[in-house]
């Protein structure tokens, strides 16, 4: 279980190959395979080491439209910053029961996010 809702964006492919992640904030708990209007609020760089092998899984950060909790929430700077070291924290620990290393390289606001998701559109091709 985790405590964040933890998806994809369809019809994208990100570096590692599959759908590019994303973390959206809401006020309730989402249920498996609903869509979700989202606005981007930032990117967490990252990458996973795993066999040996390491590789960048960038996760985009997005607020749930409809959310009251997160309705002034634009960037990183306005979200509290509790919640934001425990969303990292989430995706170094998560993977860490599968031996997998995380280690996070840098935070980036939307206008970055954008750019990394346009990017997994392009790749999909």
Known sequence: MFPYDFGFV?????????????????DEALFPGCHVDSRLIGVIELT??????????????????ASLLYAEVKDFSALNAVVLKQVEEFFVN???????KVTI??????HQAREVLRRSLREKG
């Open 10 to 26: 369809p019809g994208t492919k990100a570096e590692d190959g599959d759908p590019i992640d994303v973390l959206v904030l809401t």
């Open 94 to 100: 998560y993977q860490r029961v599968r031996n997998i």
């Open 48 to 65: 996973y080491e795993e066999a040996g092998k390491e590789k960048r899984n960038d996760r985009l950060i997005a607020v749930a439209r």
């Open 105 to 110: 390289l840098g935070r980036h606001g939307p």
